[in-house]
C-alpha cells in the first residue's frame, strides 16, 4: 500500500536526527582519562591517532587511478577477486558486502549496489568510463578477472564524485602498474571441468612498462540439476601500460582491447540468444604533476545480437576526460563525457532499420569539493557538481538536461570507533536505448521512449565502523528517493518498452566484520513504488557471505560461503526464487621459487540455484574443478 507523504517526510527526518546523534554522542570506548597513557605520553597518543586512522580495509601500495573527490570507496585486493568463486568479475564481487547481481545472468550478468542496479552502477576500468545503452548487464564480460589487481567499489552519494548513472554506486576495476610486486614475468595457465574452461594468461614488465595478453574459452555448462546450458564465451585480452616521468609530472599512457565471442546469456528456452560479438578497445592517458590530476580515454565499443533470422549491431566512439586541481582543503574539477559516432543496424524479418544512426550524446559537468579534518577527530565534506547533458537521435529529435548534485558527509573519531552521516541527491539520465533505440535485444524487441524524464534522487545514509587488533567491524545504513523512476515493461510477450513510475524508496544496510582471515559480509535491501507500494526491479534478499583465507608455510588454503534467503516479493521483470547457499574451497601450493600450483572447488555440493531475480535468469553452472599452474620470475 502507499505510504502517506507525511510519514515519508517523517522517516527522513528521523533518519537525520538519528545521524546527528550519531555523530555528536560522546565516547562509549577508549575514552582518555587523565590515567591514560595516551593522554599524557605525546608517542603514545601519535601511535594511537595512526592505529585510529587506519582504514579498515585493505589498500593498494600506489594509487594511479585519477579519481574524483567527495566518494566512499571500499578496495577489494587482488588475493581476494582471485580466491572468490565465480567465472567473471561480476560474479567475483558478489562476493563482498552490499554488492549483487542482476539481470540476464551468464557473462553480461550486471551488477547491482546498495539495491540499484544496471544502468544506476556505472562500470570503469582504471577509471575509464564505459557505457553500452544497449548491454544485458555490465560491460566488464569482456574483461578476464585474472588481468585484473583490484576492483574499487565507490558508495554513497556518487552523483557529487560520478554524476549520471552512478545512484548505486561505481565499480571501477584496477589494471595492472609497471613496477608493482606483484606483476613480475610470469605465465598462467588453468582448466576447469563442467563448462569445459580453458585459460592462458602471459605478463612481462619492468619498472615503466607493462605488457599483459590472455585467451580463455568456455563453452556450455552444468547446472547443479545436471541440465545444459548453451552457450557462453570466447574471450581475448591485451593490455599494455607505459610510465613517464617528466620533472615534476608521472604521465601513464594505457591501451586495452578485448573481445568477446558467443558471449550472452545460456539459454533454457527454444529461442536461442547470443552475443556473436562484443569489442572493446581504448586509448588513453593518466597524469599528476603537483596539485593536476587528469586523465583522458578514447574509447571504442562493438556489441552485436543474433537470433535465428534477426540480428543487430551497435558501434559507438566515446570520449571520456576528467582534470582536478588540488589546492588545500579545496578540489575543483571538471569532467566530461560525448558519445559520438554512433551507428546502428537491426536486421529483423520485416525488414532492416537503422535506429540510433547518427545519435549522440555530449556531458559536461563542473564540480567543487571541500575536505576538511580537524585535530579533535572531525572531517567535514562538501561539494556540488552541475551536470549539463544533451542527447540527440540524429533525426531531428533532442533534448537539454541541466541538473545539480550534491554531497555533506561528516565524521567523527571516537577512539578506536568512527562514526559517518551524509546527505546527497543524485540524477540518472535515460540512457539512448531508453531514449531512441527500436530494435533487438536479448529479451526480445525494444521500443524507446524520448519522452522520459530523468531519473533524480535524494537520500541519506550513516555508518559506524570500529578497528581492533587484527581486524575491524561496521555497518552503513542508506535510504534514497528516486524520483520519475524509469522502468522497463514488457509490453507484449516479445516486446518491451520504457516508462517513468513516478516516485520510488530504496533502502540497504550492509555490515561487515574482518578478523585476520577471516571476513564476513552481510546486506539487506528493500525497494517500492512509494505511490502503489508494489515492488521494483533489482532489490536483492537478504545474502550473507564468508571468506577465508589461510597461510601455512607453502600452503594457502582458502573457502568460501554465500548465503541468499529466498525472494518473494518480485519486481515487474521478476519472479519468484527460492534461496540458496553455495560453498566453495581451494588450495594452493607455492611449490618452488616462482612455482605455485592451485586447485579450486566451486559449488562444491553442486547445488542448484540462480543468483538473479530476473525472470529470464538461468540457474548458475553446477560444480566446478579448476585447476592451475602459475610461472613467474622477476
Not at 554524476?163 to 588453468?190: F, Y
Not at 599483459?212 to 581475448?236: I, K, M, P, S
Not at 531531428?396 to 578506536?416: C, I, N, Q, V
Request: hydrophobic share 35%; proline share 6%.
Amino acid at each position: 500500500m502507499a505510504l502517506p507523504e507525511a510519514a515519508i517526510q517523517g522517516e527522513i527526518v528521523i533518519h537525520c536526527l538519528l545521524a546527528v546523534v550519531l555523530l555528536c554522542a560522546p565516547p562509549c570506548a577508549r575514552a582518555q582519562t587523565p590515567g591514560d597513557p595516551a593522554a599524557q605520553d605525546p608517542v603514545a597518543k601519535d601511535q594511537q591517532k595512526e592505529a585510529e586512522t587506519k582504514p579498515p580495509l585493505p589498500v593498494f601500495g600506489e594509487t594511479v587511478i585519477v579519481e574524483p573527490p567527495g566518494a566512499s570507496v571500499d578496495r577489494v585486493p587482488e588475493a581476494v577477486l582471485e580466491t572468490s568463486p565465480g567465472a567473471t568479475l561480476t560474479d567475483k564481487l558478489a562476493y563482498q558486502p552490499g554488492v549483487h547481481q542482476a539481470g540476464l545472468g551468464g557473462a553480461f550478468q550486471a551488477v547491482s549496489i546498495g539495491g540499484l542496479g544496471k544502468h544506476r552502477v556505472r562500470m570503469e576500468v582504471g577509471g575509464y568510463r564505459l557505457e553500452g545503452d544497449r548491454r544485458a548487464g555490465t560491460d566488464l564480460g569482456t574483461l578476464m578477472p585474472s588481468l585484473a589487481t583490484g576492483a574499487a567499489l565507490f558508495r554513497g552519494g556518487t552523483g557529487l564524485s560520478h554524476g549520471s548513472e552512478a545512484m548505486g554506486g561505481v565499480v571501477d576495476i584496477e589494471m595492472p602498474q609497471p613496477g608493482a610486486e606483484t606483476l613480475p614475468w610470469g605465465l598462467r595457465a588453468g582448466y576447469g571441468t563442467n563448462d569445459g574452461r580453458g585459460e592462458v594468461v602471459a605478463t612481462a614488465g619492468g619498472e615503466d612498462w607493462l605488457v599483459a595478453a590472455g585467451w580463455e574459452d568456455a563453452g556450455r555448462y552444468e547446472d547443479g540439476d545436471g541440465a545444459l546450458q548453451e552457450g557462453f564465451f570466447t574471450r581475448y585480452n591485451l593490455y599494455g601500460v607505459l610510465k613517464r616521468e617528466r620533472g615534476r609530472a608521472t604521465h601513464y599512457y594505457d591501451l586495452l582491447y578485448t573481445r568477446g565471442q558467443d558471449i550472452g546469456k545460456p539459454m533454457v528456452t527454444t529461442r536461442p540468444t547470443v552475443y556473436p560479438e562484443n569489442t572493446l578497445a581504448l586509448a588513453g592517458l593518466r597524469g599528476f604533476a603537483g596539485p593536476f590530476r587528469y586523465q583522458a580515454g578514447l574509447i571504442y565499443q562493438s556489441l552485436e545480437t543474433a537470433t535465428t533470422g534477426e540480428s543487430s549491431v551497435i558501434n559507438s566512439v566515446n570520449l571520456h576526460a576528467k582534470g582536478y586541481y588540488d589546492r588545500g582543503p579545496w578540489t575543483v574539477g571538471v569532467e566530461g563525457y560525448t558519445r559520438q559516432g554512433m551507428d546502428a543496424e537491426v536486421r529483423l524479418l520485416s525488414g532492416t532499420e537503422h535506429p540510433l544512426d547518427g545519435a549522440s550524446r555530449v556531458e559536461l559537468a563542473p564540480l567543487a569539493s571541500w575536505r576538511k579534518d580537524w585535530d579533535t577527530g572531525w572531517t567535514l565534506e562538501a561539494g556540488a557538481r552541475y551536470n549539463f547533458i544533451r542527447a540527440a537521435d540524429g533525426r531531428g529529435l533532442s533534448r537539454d538536461d541541466g541538473l545539480p548534485t550534491g554531497t555533506l558527509r561528516m565524521e567523527k573519531g571516537l577512539g578506536a570507533h568512527r562514526v559517518r552521516a551524509s546527505v546527497f541527491n543524485s540524477f540518472r539520465f535515460p540512457t539512448m536505448e531508453e531514449l531512441y533505440y527500436d530494435g533487438l535485444t536479448a529479451r526480445g524487441h525494444v521500443e524507446g521512449n524520448p519522452d522520459l524524464d530523468p531519473e533524480t534522487g535524494v537520500g541519506a545514509g550513516a555508518g559506524w565502523s570500529v578497528a581492533f587488533e587484527g581486524g575491524s567491524a561496521g555497518f552503513d545504513y542508506s535510504v534514497q528517493d528516486v524520483d520519475d523512476f524509469i522502468e522497463r515493461y514488457k509490453a507484449t510477450p516479445t516486446l518491451y518498452r520504457f516508462r517513468n513510475l513516478g516516485r520510488a524508496r530504496i533502502r540497504d544496510l550492509t555490515a561487515h566484520l574482518i578478523w585476520r582471515s577471516l571476513s564476513l559480509g552481510a546486506t539487506w535491501a528493500s525497494g517500492e513504488d512509494r505511490d502503489t507500494g508494489a515492488a521494483i526491479d533489482d532489490i536483492p534478499p537478504l545474502k550473507a557471505t564468508f571468506l577465508w583465507r589461510g597461510a601455512y608455510g607453502p600452503w594457502r588454503p582458502h573457502a568460501s560461503v554465500v548465503w541468499a534467503d529466498a525472494f518473494d516479493e518480485p519486481g515487474p521483470g521478476e519472479t519468484v526464487r527460492e534461496g540458496y547457499a553455495v560453498l566453495g574451497a581451494g588450495l594452493a601450493w607455492d611449490a618452488g621459487p616462482g612455482l605455485t600450483v592451485s586447485l579450486r572447488a566451486e559449488n562444491l555440493l553442486g547445488e542448484t540455484y540462480t543468483p538473479s531475480a530476473d525472470a529470464d535468469a538461468v540457474p548458475a553452472m553446477g560444480r566446478q574443478i579448476i585447476v592451475g599452474i602459475a610461472l613467474r620470475a622477476r
